[in-house]
């Protein structure tokens, strides 16, 4: 009888279809809030990790209690069709109101097939790419049960030591904008009502990736300028693409923990920037504003976070455990609890849930995208596009890469080579470790008649190194090597900090052995973050940074390997010669004393180059590019006009290939300094052998804006200059004036 009641009730309350206007929405929204219960009304702002997934300290296991009684309204970590379907009908027909829940998930590169980490897939500088894969992740996560993805996590890094770099899309805040927009799109699609789609969710807010020595968790403190303009603008990109929720970081902001940050949640987010959609803490957010030293105990924490416009709880059961009493005290208001409800509510049923609870619950769907062809294809295209070739160059008149296919034998050694699951890298969601193919399966398929061997050679951790031997053996049978090293999945991601930054255990001894052995070597670097490869870069001849490509990878390395795919990759993030260079980026100040070899009283080190090993922007092709022929339409950028540049490029090599070139620019004099160098646009161009193209670009005033002295965001008038190439280093450039 409950059951029939609260069905009726529901269909009663939300009327059947689910493409409605907002004002439609919002009349559903507020009538089924009148009916609401105050208890009821809380358990809308509560979220539960379904026990499935965990992904941090698990504070309730009561939580099917908590849906059936109204007191949790959403649920995440738990996914298929099938398991979501059992779930939501308890919310629908046991609960007295009959409001579905809302399912949350963790599909950061993919849901079951793996897609390359976010930072891999950053150095595609693809932008259809990159909205692909949120698109089809997307697709697939939603026909298993799931509306909505913790994701994307656009956190801006300069620190390589933070495991969490892996997450993000490298350390520039224009391009980190671009890639932000383009995963909010791919995931929420055209239309909330089409169920493919997923709710993203813009996280961490704000400056998670700021945290002192790359600690996880740790400390941020920075100046407001900074924050503005190197790390808000990919979290603004986001919102203004219309991204749904956002998610609150771990960390404080100058003393203040960003879950119960006023300025942040609503100066910022709420006013500035006009964000309408819901807020949810990171997992137990609020409750570690005691631990924090912010908040005296739970309920303060509560009081605190839900007065800074915090919709929702993520696993902390404060405001279960707390809101109730807090309204009776009159310490919060039961209006900015229905707006917090109504905001939760709006997305439920613009997602349709109202109107069929089951509609992401769909095993007929969920058994035909999982692992469609679409999706392995897309895996194998994205990771091809995100692996990014350092280094190449000739040995005896010869280059190493790409190997040539009549090759006899060839040993691959390391741990990476032949492991499924380290190839998914950190979050891999639901990706299925048996799908996923090797760089030694992968070989193996590409050159039937060859000798293709696999030894291990040692672990990613730990001081074994009896496997050395055989290894040893298996190199010196072998015409070409190839050392497939670096991190596993567990090396990078959340709480996955590292103080050291070379190739964990003992790899590096391991590559030291191989090359001893003075054979043609070719290193595939798989990890999740840049790491300290110098030795590599002095004594090996050909490296490929293949991060943690996913599902794929190993076909993606082997295409690029073997010619089969040219190499197209570039930085997005400055790779360290040493841990104490950190942090290093390309768009440094000048300083008061720049750089001088031959002055000891400059900025530098008495131990390490100030340059970097390698440089934003950079990556090889197989082919050479050719810079010529800047010209400008204009010496002058006058008010609201613009400026028109041109460059010519040519492939000058022997091989068809993709290049991405650079605009930057640098203010020579501020209100305040300006970086040496900043990126404000790019091309991607693909050409020919001896084939050239003239790249166009437009500057106007809106690419010079900043925060002025008096925090004013706008262009000042002055000198400039402006630098293109392909990567942040190798540059041609031409100076301009910008008069208002
Ligand atoms: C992470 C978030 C994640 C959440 C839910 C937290 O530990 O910081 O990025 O979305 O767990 O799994």
């Given at each position: 009888?409950?059951?029939?009641?609260?069905?009726?009730?529901?269909?009663?309350?939300?009327?059947?279809s689910?493409?409605q206007t907002e004002g439609?929405?919002?009349?559903?929204?507020?009538?089924?809030i009148?009916?609401m219960?105050?208890?009821?009304?809380?358990?809308q702002?509560?979220?539960?990790?379904?026990?499935?997934?965990?992904?941090?300290?698990t504070?309730r296991?009561?939580y099917?209690?908590d849906?059936r009684s109204?007191r949790?309204?959403n649920?995440?970590?738990?996914h298929?069709?099938?398991?979501?379907r059992?779930?939501?009908?308890?919310?629908v027909e046991?609960?007295?109101?009959?409001?579905?829940l809302?399912?949350?998930?963790?599909?950061?590169?993919?849901y079951?097939t793996?897609?390359?980490?976010?930072?891999?897939?950053?150095c595609?500088?693809?932008?259809?790419?990159?909205?692909?894969?949120?698109?089809?992740a997307?697709?697939?996560?939603?026909?298993?049960?799931?509306h909505?993805?913790?994701?994307?996590?656009?956190?801006i890094s300069r620190d390589?030591?933070?495991?969490?770099?892996a997450?993000?899309?490298?350390?520039?805040?224009y391009?980190?904008?671009?890639?932000a927009?383009?995963?909010v799109?791919?995931?929420q699609?055209?239309?909330?009502?089409?169920?493919?789609?997923?709710?993203?969710?813009?996280?961490h807010f704000?400056?998670?990736g700021?945290?002192?020595?790359?600690r996880?968790y740790h400390?941020v403190?920075?100046?407001?300028?900074?924050l503005?303009?190197?790390?808000?603008?990919p979290y603004?990109?986001?919102?203004d693409?219309?991204?749904?929720?956002?998610?609150t970081?771990f960390?404080?902001?100058?003393?203040?923990?960003a879950?119960?940050?006023?300025?942040?949640?609503e100066d910022?987010?709420?006013?500035?920037?006009?964000f309408?959609?819901?807020i949810v803490?990171?997992y137990?957010?609020?409750?570690e504003m005691?631990p924090?030293?912010?908040?005296?105990?739970?309920?303060?924490?509560?009081?605190l976070?839900?007065?800074?416009?915090?919709d929702?709880?993520m696993?902390?059961?404060?405001?279960?455990?707390?809101l109730e009493?807090?309204?009776?005290e009159?310490?919060?208001?039961?209006?900015?609890?229905n707006?917090s409800?109504?905001?939760?509510?709006?997305?439920?049923?613009?997602?349709?849930l109202?109107?069929?609870p089951?509609?992401?619950s769909?095993a007929?769907?969920?058994?035909?995208?999982?692992?469609?062809?679409?999706?392995?294809d897309?895996?194998?295209?994205?990771?091809?596009?995100?692996?990014v070739?350092?280094?190449?160059?000739?040995?005896?008149g010869?280059?190493?890469?790409?190997?040539?296919p009549?090759?006899k034998?060839?040993?691959i050694?390391?741990?990476?080579?032949?492991?499924?699951?380290d190839?998914?890298?950190t979050?891999h969601?639901?990706?299925d470790?048996n799908?996923?193919i090797?760089l030694?399966?992968?070989?193996?398929?590409a050159?039937p008649?060859?000798?293709i061997s696999?030894?291990e050679?040692?672990k990613?951790?730990?001081?074994?190194q009896?496997?050395?031997?055989?290894?040893?053996?298996?190199?010196?049978k072998?015409?070409?090597?190839?050392?497939?090293i670096?991190?596993?999945?567990r090396q990078?991601?959340?709480a996955?900090?590292?103080?050291?930054?070379?190739?964990?255990?003992k790899?590096q001894?391991l590559?030291?052995a191989?090359?001893?052995?003075?054979k043609?070597i070719?290193?595939v670097?798989?990890?999740?973050?840049?790491?300290t490869i110098?030795?590599m870069?002095?004594n090996?001849?050909?490296i490929?940074y293949?991060?943690h490509?996913?599902?794929?990878?190993?076909?993606?390395?082997a295409?690029?390997?073997?010619?089969?795919?040219?190499?197209?990759?570039?930085?997005?993030?400055?790779?360290p010669r040493?841990?104490g260079?950190?942090?290093i980026?390309y768009?440094?100040k000048?300083t008061?004393?720049?750089f001088?070899?031959?002055n000891?009283?400059?900025?530098?080190?008495?131990?390490?180059?100030?340059?970097?090993?390698?440089?934003?922007g950079?990556?090889?092709?197989?082919?050479?590019?050719?810079?010529s022929?800047?010209?400008?339409?204009?010496?002058?950028?006058?008010?609201?006009?613009?400026?028109n540049?041109?460059?010519?490029?040519?492939?000058?090599?022997?091989?068809?290939g993709?290049?991405?070139?650079q605009l930057?620019?640098?203010?020579?004099v501020?209100?305040?300094?300006?970086?040496v160098?900043e990126?404000?646009?790019?091309?991607q161009i693909?050409?020919?052998p001896g084939e050239?193209?003239v790249?166009?670009?437009?500057i106007?005033?809106?690419?010079?804006?900043?925060h002025?002295q008096n925090m004013?965001?706008?262009?000042?008038?002055?000198?400039?200059?402006?630098?293109?190439?392909?990567?942040?280093v190798?540059v041609l450039?031409?100076?301009?004036e910008?008069?208002?």
């Amino acid at each position: 009888m409950k059951q029939t009641i609260g069905i009726l009730l529901s269909l009663l309350l939300v009327g059947t279809s689910w493409s409605q206007t907002e004002g439609e929405i919002n009349k559903k929204v507020a009538s089924l809030i009148s009916r609401m219960t105050l208890e009821e009304k809380i358990g809308q702002l509560t979220l539960y990790t379904s026990g499935w997934d965990q992904t941090g300290p698990t504070l309730r296991s009561e939580y099917m209690e908590d849906v059936r009684s109204g007191r949790c309204g959403n649920l995440f970590n738990a996914h298929t069709a099938e398991y979501n379907r059992g779930l939501q009908k308890v919310a629908v027909e046991e609960t007295r109101l009959g409001i579905p829940l809302l399912f949350g998930y963790d599909v950061i590169h993919g849901y079951k097939t793996i897609f390359p980490i976010p930072l891999a897939e950053a150095c595609s500088w693809d932008m259809n790419l990159i909205e692909k894969s949120a698109r089809l992740a997307a697709k697939e996560a939603a026909a298993a049960g799931l509306h909505w993805t913790f994701n994307p996590m656009v956190d801006i890094s300069r620190d390589p030591r933070w495991g969490r770099i892996a997450e993000g899309a490298g350390e520039d805040p224009y391009l980190g904008g671009l890639i932000a927009a383009a995963k909010v799109k791919g995931h929420q699609g055209e239309e909330l009502s089409d169920p493919s789609t997923l709710l993203a969710c813009v996280k961490h807010f704000a400056a998670y990736g700021g945290a002192q020595a790359g600690r996880d968790y740790h400390t941020v403190d920075m100046s407001d300028r900074v924050l503005r303009e190197t790390y808000l603008p990919p979290y603004k990109a986001a919102i203004d693409a219309g991204a749904a929720t956002v998610m609150t970081a771990f960390n404080e902001v100058d003393g203040v923990p960003a879950t119960g940050s006023k300025y942040l949640m609503e100066d910022i987010l709420r006013k500035e920037w006009d964000f309408d959609g819901f807020i949810v803490t990171d997992y137990t957010a609020i409750n570690e504003m005691v631990p924090h030293g912010y908040a005296l105990d739970n309920q303060h924490a509560a009081e605190l976070a839900i007065n800074v416009g915090v919709d929702m709880d993520m696993q902390g059961a404060v405001y279960q455990n707390h809101l109730e009493k807090l309204v009776l005290e009159g310490k919060v208001s039961e209006d900015d609890i229905n707006a917090s409800v109504s905001r939760i509510l709006k997305y439920k049923y613009k997602l349709g849930l109202f109107d069929d609870p089951y509609r992401y619950s769909d095993a007929e769907r969920e058994k035909e995208v999982v692992f469609s062809k679409e999706m392995m294809d897309h895996s194998l295209e994205a990771g091809r596009k995100s692996i990014v070739l350092l280094k190449n160059i000739s040995v005896n008149g010869k280059k190493l890469l790409p190997i040539d296919p009549t090759t006899k034998n060839i040993a691959i050694i390391g741990p990476l080579g032949n492991n499924k699951e380290d190839q998914l890298g950190t979050w891999h969601a639901s990706g299925d470790v048996n799908k996923a193919i090797t760089l030694f399966e992968a070989l193996k398929t590409a050159l039937p008649n060859a000798n293709i061997s696999y030894t291990e050679g040692c672990k990613t951790s730990g001081a074994d190194q009896s496997g050395f031997k055989d290894a040893l053996e298996a190199a010196r049978k072998a015409d070409i090597i190839i050392m497939a090293i670096g991190e596993d999945y567990r090396q990078s991601g959340e709480a996955a900090s590292r103080s050291e930054l070379g190739l964990p255990g003992k790899q590096q001894a391991l590559l030291e052995a191989i090359h001893q052995l003075n054979k043609p070597i070719v290193s595939v670097v798989m990890a999740g973050r840049p790491l300290t490869i110098g030795w590599m870069e002095d004594n090996l001849s050909a490296i490929v940074y293949a991060w943690h490509l996913g599902t794929m990878a190993g076909p993606a390395i082997a295409d690029v390997l073997l010619g089969a795919y040219n190499p197209s990759g570039k930085l997005v993030i400055t790779f360290p010669r040493n841990v104490g260079q950190i942090p290093i980026y390309y768009s440094m100040k000048n300083t008061g004393r720049p750089f001088d070899a031959n002055n000891k009283y400059t900025s530098k080190y008495l131990d390490v180059e100030n340059t970097p090993l390698y440089p934003f922007g950079y990556g090889l092709s197989y082919t050479d590019f050719e810079y010529s022929n800047l010209r400008m339409s204009n010496k002058t950028l006058n008010g609201d006009g613009s400026i028109n540049v041109n460059i010519q490029v040519k492939n000058t090599g022997a091989l068809k290939g993709v290049e991405t070139i650079q605009l930057y620019t640098q203010d020579l004099v501020g209100s305040v300094t300006r970086p040496v160098k900043e990126l404000k646009d790019f091309r991607q161009i693909e050409l020919s052998p001896g084939e050239s193209k003239v790249v166009s670009f437009t500057i106007t005033s809106d690419d010079l804006r900043f925060h002025t002295q008096n925090m004013e965001y706008k262009a000042e008038p002055g000198k400039f200059t402006l630098y293109i190439g392909g990567n942040s280093v190798d540059v041609l450039s031409a100076d301009f004036e910008y008069k208002n």
